[in-house]
Structures are given as C-alpha cells and as structure tokens.
C-alpha cells in the first residue's frame, strides 16, 4: 500500500475520535479544579463549602461517564467499519484470483484517496489493520485520560463524604461508581470510609487486598488492620507499632504530596498515640515521641500549599498531651499542648498570607478564618481545663473558651462533646445542651441533660421529680447498654444516673429498690470492662455493637450538613436492619452461652429472687458512698433489708483505705501498736478502728448472728480486706476474721452463681514461679502434692498458657503461684506471669473467658497486687475473678497487694488442708488467716491480703 493510503485511512480513523480528544482535556481541566477545591476546603475544614462542590462532582462524573460510553460507541463503529473493509479486501483478493475485479467494490474501499493500484488483494487487509489499529490506538487514549479523571474525581467525591462525617454515604458512593480498579485514593476511601463507619471486617478485608504503591499508604493499610482487628496486650501493640514506624521512617513526603493520604496518616498516627495511653511500659513512651518528631520534620519541610502536615502536627500534639495527662504525668501534657498552640500560632499567620490568593481563585472558601482553627482553638482550651482540674483549679475559663470557639466553628456536635464532659459547668447550658442533643440526634447528650436535670431538682429539694425524671433515663441506659454496650465515655453518665437515683431511693427508705439499682450500676460497669473482650460469642454481639453506634454517630452528623448538601445514602433503615440482627445475635448468645450474657447484659433487677439464694446463715453488706457525703451500707438477709447511713464524705473514705494499705502494704511492714502508747505504731491502729468503726458498727445489729458476710465493695472500698479491719476490746484488737467468714462479690446479682457446682474430681492443677523470681512458690506447690496426691504441678519453665490451657479443663482445683498484675486503668490489660517471653507469658481476662473450667471448684492466684485506681476504681480488683467465673469456675481467691514468699506458702498448706477436710471455701480461707494470728505472720500484712470472691460455700 502507499504512504498516501495509509496516511489517509489513519487519519479517517482518527477523525472520529479528535472532538471528544479536545472535550477530554477540557473536562479534566475542570475535574483537576473541583479535585483541588475540595481537597482545600477538606483541609481546612469548611464542611459548607465541601458540601457546595459535591453536586459539582457529581456532575463532573455522569458527564465523565457519558463520555465514556460515547468513545466506547465510536471506537465500536470504527473497528466495524475495519472489520467490513477487511471482508471487502478478501472479496476482490478473490476477484483478483479469477481477473474479474469489481471496481464499485475497489473504489468503496478506496473511497476518497484518487489512485487505483494493481495490488488490490493487499489493499483491504492492511487498510483493515491500519483502521483498527489507529482506532485501538485513538481510544484508548481517550479512554486513559478519561478514567483517570473520573478516578480522581470518584475519590475525592467519597472522600468528601467522609469528611463531612457520613462515612457510610462514602460507601454508597464507591459502590455506586463500582469501579473494578479503583486507584489509590480511591482504595484507601473505602477502606477508611468501612473503619469510620463501624464495618471492622470489611475494612480489614479492604486494608488485606489493597496493594499500597508506597511507604505512606502501606502505613495506612497496617494500621487499619490494627485499628479493625485488635490485637489485646502490649506485645501485639508494640511489634504492630515497631512496624508502623519503620514505615513512617522510609517516607519521603518529597514525594507524597496527596493531603487526602496525609490526612489518613494523621489519624493512624492519632490512633497510636490514644493507644499508648493504656501502657506505661517506657518503650511505648519512645516511639511515641520519636513518631511526634517526625510529624515535626514532615511538617517544617512541607509544600507551602499543603496544609494537611501542618494542621496535623498540632493535633497529633495535643492527642500526645491528652495521654499523657490520662498516665497523670501533667509536666509532659503541658509541654505538648504549649508546642500544639504554638504551631496553631504559626500555621495562622502562614494562611493569613495566602487567604487573597485562595479567595480569587476558590471564592467563598474560607482560609485565615478557617473552621479547623477554631477546632484547634477549642481543643487547646479543653485540654487547658483538664490540665487546670488535674491542678486543683477551676476549669471554668477554659471551659468558656473552649465552648465559644466550638462555636464559632459551627461545630454542634464538638459543642455537646464538650457540655458532656464537664456537667458541672454546663448547668447553666443544660437548655442548650438538650435543644442541641434534640436537634442532632445525640442520645448520650440528651440522657446527660436529663440527669443533670435531676440531679439540679435533687439539690432543689424536689425528690420526688428528680425521681421521675430517672426512671426513664435508666430504662433508656439499659436499653442503650444492650444494644450499643457501654463505651468508656459513656460509663461516668450511666454511673451518675444509677447512683442519684439509689441515693434517692435510700432516703426514701426504700431499700430494696435501692439495692436493685446499685446492682444494675455494678453490671453495668462489669460490661463495661468486656467491652474488649476476644471471646468469639461476646465478639459477634460486640460488632454489631461497634457498627450500630457507628451509625448513631452518623445520623447525627447528617443533623450538622448545610441544607444544600446532597442526600446521602440513607442509613436509617441499616440501624433498623442491624436491630434485628444483633436481637438475633443476642437471643442465640443467651441460649448458648449464659455465661457470657451475665455478664453482658443489664436487665431489670428481680431483687426478691436474689434474695431467695442468701443462705441462712449470711448477710450482705453493700456499700454506696453517695456524693453529699453519705455513705449508705445496705444490709440483707434471706428475710429482711436495712439501710444504714454513716455521715463521711468518700474523699475521707478514701483517704482513709489509702492509709490502710500504706501501713500494710510494705514489706517488712512497720510495727502496730494496739496499746494507747501514743506511738506511730498506735497512730497505725486508730486507722483499723476507724474503719471498722464506720464500715462495720452500723450494721453490728444485722451481722451479729450471721456466720459469714458477704462484701459488695464500691470505689476505692475495693481495695480494703475487710478481714483486716479490728475493733477494739478488753483483750486487744479482735479482727473481723476472728468472728466471721467473708467473701468479697463484685455485685450483688453475683448471687446468681451460687448453684451446685460439683467438681469433675479432685485433683488439683498447680503452677508455680515460672519466672523464677518466687523460689518459695515452688515449694509451696510441692507442698499442696502432699495434700491432693493426684495433683499435677508444672513448675518454672513448664507453666506455659499452652500447658494451662491444656491441663487445666480436668482441675477441680487450679492454683497459680505467680504474680498476677491488675491494671487499674484498664481492666482487660490485667494479666498473670506464665512461662515465656512478654506477652506470650501473660495471661489476659479476655484468654481465661475460652479456658474450660465449668468442672473447677476454685481457682487460686496467690501472689496477685494491685495499686489504688482513680478511673473506675476497684474494677481490676474484680477483673480477673469474674474473667474465671466467665470460664466456669466459681470461685477465686486472690490477693490485693503483693505478699511475703514464705508466709504465703505457710497459709496456703493451711487452707489446702482445711479444704481437704471438708471445710467450705469461707471457713477455709478464715482458719488459715486465723493460724497465721497466732504466728510470727500475725501482722495483718501477711494475711489480710486474701480474699475469696465468688461462691464461699
């Protein structure tokens, strides 16, 4: 074929494509405009101009989409066009053959190039090819620069959902584009867009498949892995971490220049810093500030146009100082939260410069004055209150500040956070703060208004309205509770609710009420405490938990969009439609597991049926100190309540434990005087009498014919053993373990355990000092062997959880000589010393749920401790034992401090051998304690400690 007939049939096949060519490049022009203009206002934070571009993006997109079709129609005409020119080549190679060539034919084919040529058969294939070829060539073209606008364009549209806090509209969004090949920014959308909007499995799905094309994405896809399936425990924390920050390490933010994945970056870097708050290990410490460093770098090297490093170092540094402040180390909080209002300062006058620029090209978008700002502003200020009442002051200017710049940012829902967190100071907001939760859908903000209510109409002497304002808010609270659980945030409000009304009911008189109320408080916090919980049925009810509140969390951010947003994809029916399937989940985990729904779900209270389970000869002393400085003491028996009250503000309650355990909890321990010697020692001894003075003298009458008493311990009262506690007479002090057995619930539903447990037998499962830093230990479970012939006992490097969780499903007894760490702060990270290396040597609650111990009669932890908690306290003390009681077994003996090597050893050979004669568990315990007064252990340091929870019988 000529040059001029190739020429002129590429050119013909190219002619088609040339107009929607230009009209391309036109649209990706417009594309790359709206692109930067919401990712800008997404920086910034203006949620109203975001919301003014999505039609636009929308638009840009059925336009793209058209588009596409359209080539897709031409690109089909063209190839037929080649294919008919091709069957038209063959027709006159075949004429050819014969000398009979049809020149109609030939000039059709060559229509338009003037010139008849003899090499006819040639003629139709190649123009076949060259047509095809130059419209494969053409198209695609068109076709890659189209997809990629339209990629762009797709992810910035569900990015923009998201930021303006509908993370499951952004969902909607991508399924809607469908895209089989989605692009980075898209992939990490959905990705984050599944995470924000409760969906865990599927974005760890999502974080597994997408194939991050750097170090920056890479680190967004682990930590999304973290954050959607968590692993419990420091190890897990610290070797995901370790990788988290090689990852950082290698980004060269030369050549990250996307705002949208830096944002993303900044919330994993935030996720990791509110994480290392439950550690106080100092290595998570140094990574912490070696991550915050290198934000900083990022940071002062960054693009003058990108903003999302600058914005986020302020952030990420006021996160640092809120974990900080919660692991109570105030000079560090500080430190971070200047440097946080000092990037603030400087970031501020940077945009002040350029806001001209950015108002001519992207008009009506906010710069200098930018929301974000005033976010940061109102944080600082909130951390500055925190930091003013870890102090001792009054909070309440930074509490003012923080409320006008919330504000001033037109932020409703950062506004309720705030009223939330301090009732206190936002009585007189309490209007606003209802009108606020009404309007924006914020359960929580609406049940705290109504409790503050209450508790205003309390102090108004108006009983009787504060009651009937509870009521409901408390059936709400249950309601809530079992189908959202109990977040963290949450349990100080749920808290407040219970006790008011309990206090209510107590001055009422009405004690049966009252102790049903403190019950449901108890269960309350004990679901709480699993919200971490691993095991699979506790987990499936969980997720749906997580995604349900997900979902509350995005209806009410629907309530804050400007009246020009789009509708979003509505989520409305996925809460009805998840309902129904956690009920589902719910009922099939009550019939299947009623040991995990016990401790999940809080019902209405049937006191009288409790009640019905005290045995004759006990009674049970609740304890609530209320905070008008009343401590109430509930006292019931199989036939009667009585309610004492005993006027000591909780401040003193307090004071007063603490000093208690400064005495006894040190070894060796100092010296007690029970003479009116004027001593130290017999200033030691004022502290037992007082406590048993008003702790126990008030319901002297109720206890004095009862064998055994039954604890229910509130707040810091935890960490008291009664057994400890003295009064004075003729002879000396006589400790209340000298006249009664005890046991320690954690509430008083935990009633319910007492059923008939029998044993499978009577072996005993015995692992001891597998650290090797408890010698006695060892000999203390060789001891037991002489006791229960058929014991097992692993000992040293042999007490692994394998070995345990391997041994111990045939233990009628199982005791454990080893440490055993309660943590205050969070329960779930409590754990106890087993054989190997870190974590894979500790023993969390959420592990012991899956043990099999419905066949074990007792599980002993002999060298637990535990320091006094301020969050939630007394909630570890329970932690572990109710961990056991999940597991089957039905009662735990354990210790509140740590305890001397040999004497230990000497109790328990004591309290085996009482065991073993046919004692109960109570009188046991109490024997053993009582052997120990007549040693050279008869400080209370040495037995006190121990104490049974659970099932005394």
């Given at each position: 074929?000529s040059?001029?007939?190739?020429?002129?049939?590429?050119?013909?096949?190219?002619?088609?494509?040339?107009?929607?060519v230009?009209?391309?490049?036109?649209?990706?022009?417009?594309?790359?405009?709206?692109?930067?203009?919401?990712?800008?206002?997404?920086?910034?934070?203006?949620?109203?101009?975001?919301?003014?571009?999505?039609?636009?993006?929308?638009?840009?997109?059925?336009?793209?989409?058209?588009?596409?079709?359209?080539?897709?129609?031409?690109?089909?005409?063209?190839?037929?066009?080649?294919?008919?020119?091709?069957?038209?080549?063959?027709?006159?190679?075949?004429?050819?053959?014969?000398?009979?060539?049809?020149?109609?034919?030939?000039?059709?084919?060559?229509?338009?190039?003037?010139?008849?040529?003899?090499?006819?058969?040639?003629?139709?294939?190649?123009?076949?090819?060259?047509?095809?070829a130059?419209?494969?060539?053409?198209?695609?073209?068109?076709?890659r620069?189209?997809?990629?606008?339209?990629?762009?364009?797709?992810?910035?549209?569900?990015?923009?959902y998201?930021?303006?806090?509908?993370?499951?509209?952004?969902?909607?969004?991508?399924?809607?584009?469908?895209?089989?090949?989605?692009?980075?920014?898209?992939?990490?959308?959905?990705m984050?867009?599944?995470?924000?909007?409760?969906?865990?499995?599927?974005?760890?799905?999502?974080?597994?498949?997408?194939?991050?094309?750097?170090?920056?994405?890479e680190?967004?896809?682990?930590?999304?892995?973290?954050?959607?399936?968590?692993?419990?425990?420091?190890?897990?924390?610290?070797?995901?971490?370790?990788?988290?920050?090689?990852?950082?390490?290698?980004?060269?933010?030369?050549?990250?220049?996307?705002?949208?994945?830096?944002?993303?970056?900044?919330?994993?870097?935030?996720?990791?810093?509110?994480?290392?708050?439950?550690?106080?290990?100092?290595?998570?410490q140094?990574?912490?500030?070696?991550?915050?460093?290198?934000?900083?770098?990022?940071?002062?090297?960054?693009?003058?146009?990108?903003?999302?490093?600058?914005?986020?170092?302020?952030?990420?540094?006021?996160?640092?100082?809120?974990?900080?402040?919660?692991?109570?180390?105030?000079?560090?909080?500080?430190?971070?939260?200047?440097?946080?209002?000092?990037?603030?300062?400087?970031?501020?006058?940077?945009?002040?410069?350029?806001?001209?620029?950015?108002?001519?090209?992207?008009?009506?978008?906010?710069?200098?004055?930018?929301?974000?700002?005033?976010?940061?502003?109102?944080?600082?200020?909130?951390r500055?209150?925190?930091?003013?009442?870890?102090?001792?002051?009054?909070?309440?200017?930074?509490?003012q500040?923080?409320?006008?710049?919330?504000?001033?940012?037109?932020?409703?829902?950062?506004?309720?956070?705030?009223?939330?967190?301090?009732?206190?100071l936002?009585?007189?907001?309490?209007?606003?703060?209802?009108?606020?939760?009404?309007?924006?859908?914020?359960?929580?903000?609406a049940?705290?208004?109504?409790?503050?209510?209450?508790?205003?109409?309390?102090?108004?002497?108006?009983?009787?309205?504060?009651?009937?304002?509870?009521?409901?808010?408390?059936?709400?609270?249950?309601?809530?509770?079992?189908?959202?659980?109990?977040?963290?945030?949450?349990?100080?409000?749920?808290?407040?609710?219970?006790?008011?009304?309990?206090?209510?009911?107590?001055?009422?008189?009405?004690?049966?009420?009252?102790?049903?109320?403190?019950?449901?408080?108890?269960?309350?916090?004990?679901?709480?405490?699993?919200?971490?919980?691993?095991?699979?049925?506790?987990?499936?009810?969980?997720?749906?938990?997580?995604?349900l509140?997900?979902?509350?969390?995005?209806?009410?951010?629907?309530?804050?969009?400007?009246?020009?947003?789009?509708?979003?994809a509505?989520?409305?029916?996925?809460?009805?439609?998840?309902?129904?399937?956690?009920?589902?989940?719910?009922?099939?985990?009550?019939e299947?597991?009623?040991?995990?729904?016990?401790?999940?779900?809080?019902?209405?209270?049937?006191?009288s049926?409790?009640?019905?389970?005290?045995?004759?000869?006990?009674?049970?002393?609740?304890?609530?100190?209320?905070?008008?400085?009343?401590?109430?003491?509930?006292?019931?028996?199989?036939?009667?309540?009585?309610?004492?009250?005993?006027?000591?503000?909780s401040?003193?309650l307090?004071?007063?434990?603490?000093?208690?355990?400064?005495?006894?909890?040190?070894?060796?321990?100092?010296?007690?005087?029970?003479?009116?010697?004027?001593s130290?020692?017999?200033?030691?001894?004022?502290?037992?009498?007082?406590?048993?003075?008003?702790?126990?003298?008030?319901?002297?009458?109720?206890?004095?014919?009862?064998?055994?008493?039954?604890?229910?311990?509130?707040?810091?009262?935890?960490?008291?053993?009664?057994?400890?506690?003295?009064?004075?007479?003729?002879?000396?002090?006589?400790?209340?373990?000298?006249?009664?057995?005890?046991?320690?619930?954690?509430?008083?539903?935990?009633?319910?355990?007492l059923?008939?447990?029998?044993?499978?037998?009577?072996?005993?499962?015995?692992?001891?000092?597998?650290?090797?830093?408890?010698?006695g230990a060892?000999?203390?479970?060789?001891?037991?062997?002489?006791?229960?012939?058929?014991?097992?006992?692993?000992?040293?490097?042999?007490?692994?959880?394998?070995?345990?969780?391997?041994?111990?499903?045939?233990?009628?007894?199982?005791?454990?000589?080893t440490h055993?760490?309660?943590n205050n702060?969070d329960?779930?990270?409590?754990?106890?010393?087993?054989?190997?290396?870190?974590?894979?040597?500790?023993?969390?609650?959420?592990?012991?749920?899956?043990?099999?111990?419905?066949?074990?009669?007792l599980?002993?932890?002999?060298?637990?401790?535990t320091?006094?908690?301020?969050?939630?306290?007394?909630?570890?003390?329970?932690?572990?034992?109710?961990?056991?009681?999940?597991?089957?077994?039905?009662?735990?003996?354990?210790?509140?401090?740590?305890?001397?090597?040999?004497?230990?050893?000497?109790?328990?050979?004591?309290?085996?051998?009482?065991?073993?004669?046919?004692?109960?568990?109570?009188?046991?315990?109490?024997?053993?304690?009582i052997?120990?007064?007549?040693?050279?252990?008869?400080?209370?340091?040495?037995?006190?400690?121990?104490?049974?929870?659970?099932d005394?019988?």
């Amino acid at each position: 074929m000529s040059l001029r007939c190739r020429l002129v049939i590429i050119s013909l096949s190219l002619l088609a494509l040339s107009g929607s060519v230009l009209a391309e490049t036109a649209e990706e022009e417009r594309a790359r405009y709206l692109m930067r203009a919401s990712s800008l206002a997404q920086q910034l934070g203006d949620k109203a101009y975001t919301v003014k571009r999505l039609p636009d993006l929308n638009t840009v997109l059925r336009s793209i989409d058209a588009r596409i079709l359209e080539i897709n129609r031409k690109a089909e005409i063209v190839s037929k066009k080649g294919q008919d020119m091709e069957a038209l080549g063959d027709k006159l190679a075949r004429q050819s053959e014969t000398g009979m060539i049809n020149f109609s034919d030939l000039n059709e084919l060559l229509k338009g190039t003037g010139e008849i040529t003899r090499e006819a058969s040639e003629i139709g294939a190649e123009g076949a090819k060259i047509g095809e070829a130059g419209a494969r060539l053409g198209t695609e073209a068109a076709l890659r620069g189209l997809q990629s606008s339209r990629l762009g364009i797709a992810g910035t549209e569900v990015v923009s959902y998201s930021a303006v806090g509908l993370p499951s509209s952004a969902l909607a969004q991508y399924q809607l584009r469908n895209t089989e090949t989605p692009g980075a920014t898209l992939s990490l959308a959905r990705m984050r867009a599944a995470y924000d909007s409760g969906q865990n499995e599927l974005a760890y799905r999502y974080a597994t498949e997408l194939s991050a094309e750097n170090a920056l994405q890479e680190y967004i896809a682990l930590t999304t892995r973290f954050q959607a399936l968590p692993r419990t425990g420091l190890a897990a924390h610290l070797s995901a971490r370790r990788k988290a920050l090689a990852l950082l390490q290698r980004i060269d933010p030369a050549s990250q220049s996307d705002p949208q994945h830096w944002a993303w970056a900044r919330e994993c870097q935030d996720f990791w810093l509110r994480e290392s708050a439950r550690f106080e290990e100092l290595e998570v410490q140094d990574l912490a500030d070696e991550e915050m460093e290198l934000w900083n770098g990022w940071s002062s090297s960054g693009n003058s146009q990108n903003f999302e490093l600058d914005f986020a170092l302020p952030e990420l540094e006021l996160v640092r100082s809120e974990a900080l402040l919660g692991s109570g180390d105030t000079s560090g909080a500080t430190s971070w939260l200047g440097r946080a209002e000092q990037h603030v300062v400087e970031l501020r006058r940077r945009l002040t410069a350029l806001s001209s620029q950015f108002q001519e090209e992207f008009p009506g978008l906010r710069v200098s004055d930018s929301p974000r700002f005033s976010l940061l502003e109102g944080e600082a200020a909130r951390r500055k209150g925190q930091l003013s009442q870890a102090a001792g002051s009054s909070p309440e200017s930074s509490f003012q500040t923080a409320l006008a710049k919330f504000q001033a940012a037109d932020a409703p829902l950062r506004e309720i956070e705030l009223l939330i967190d301090w009732p206190e100071l936002s009585s007189q907001n309490n209007e606003r703060l209802s009108r606020l939760s009404s309007t924006h859908q914020h359960q929580l903000g609406a049940l705290v208004a109504q409790i503050n209510k209450a508790s205003q109409q309390q102090a108004a002497g108006q009983s009787e309205l504060a009651v009937n304002t509870l009521r409901p808010v408390v059936q709400k609270i249950r309601e809530r509770a079992v189908q959202f659980g109990v977040a963290p945030q949450e349990q100080h409000h749920y808290s407040r609710a219970f006790s008011l009304l309990a206090r209510l009911e107590a001055q009422k008189g009405d004690a049966k009420e009252a102790m049903a109320t403190l019950t449901e408080q108890k269960k309350l916090q004990t679901s709480s405490q699993l919200q971490t919980g691993e095991a699979a049925p506790l987990r499936a009810v969980q997720q749906q938990q997580v995604r349900l509140r997900a979902l509350e969390q995005e209806q009410a951010a629907e309530t804050t969009l400007p009246t020009t947003a789009p509708p979003p994809a509505n989520s409305g029916s996925l809460i009805a439609s998840n309902k129904q399937e956690f009920v589902t989940k719910a009922r099939e985990l009550r019939e299947t597991h009623p040991e995990y729904a016990t401790m999940l779900f809080v019902d209405p209270v049937e006191f009288s049926k409790l009640q019905a389970r005290i045995p004759a000869d006990t009674v049970v002393l609740q304890y609530f100190p209320a905070e008008d400085g009343t401590l109430y003491i509930f006292a019931v028996t199989p036939t009667d309540y009585a309610i004492r009250t005993v006027s000591v503000e909780s401040k003193e309650l307090s004071r007063l434990v603490r000093r208690y355990r400064s005495i006894v909890g040190r070894f060796p321990p100092p010296p007690i005087s029970w003479n009116d010697d004027g001593s130290r020692g017999h200033e030691y001894a004022k502290i037992f009498y007082r406590l048993h003075e008003l702790l126990l003298e008030p319901v002297e009458k109720e206890i004095a014919s009862a064998k055994t008493v039954a604890i229910v311990p509130t707040g810091h009262l935890h960490y008291l053993p009664f057994a400890g506690l003295a009064r004075k007479t003729e002879t000396g002090p006589e400790f209340l373990i000298q006249r009664k057995r005890l046991v320690v619930l954690s509430k008083a539903s935990d009633l319910a355990l007492l059923q008939a447990h029998n044993s499978n037998s009577g072996q005993l499962i015995a692992l001891g000092n597998p650290d090797g830093s408890l010698p006695g230990a060892a000999q203390e479970v060789e001891e037991l062997k002489k006791v229960f012939p058929k014991s097992k006992v692993l000992l040293g490097a042999e007490a692994t959880k394998a070995r345990l969780k391997s041994e111990s499903s045939g233990a009628g007894y199982l005791h454990l000589a080893t440490h055993g760490t309660l943590n205050n702060r969070d329960p779930n990270a409590s754990f106890i010393t087993l054989a190997g290396s870190k974590e894979s040597g500790r023993l969390h609650p959420p592990e012991i749920f899956d043990l099999k111990l419905s066949g074990t009669r007792l599980v002993t932890m002999s060298a637990c401790s535990t320091a006094l908690g301020n969050s939630n306290p007394g909630a570890e003390v329970t932690s572990l034992a109710e961990a056991f009681w999940v597991a089957g077994a039905p009662s735990v003996v354990a210790t509140l401090w740590k305890v001397e090597d040999e004497s230990t050893r000497e109790l328990m050979a004591q309290f085996y051998g009482e065991l073993k004669n046919g004692s109960s568990l109570a009188a046991s315990l109490q024997k053993a304690q009582i052997h120990q007064l007549g040693t050279e252990y008869a400080h209370p340091a040495y037995w006190a400690p121990f104490i049974l929870l659970g099932d005394w019988r």
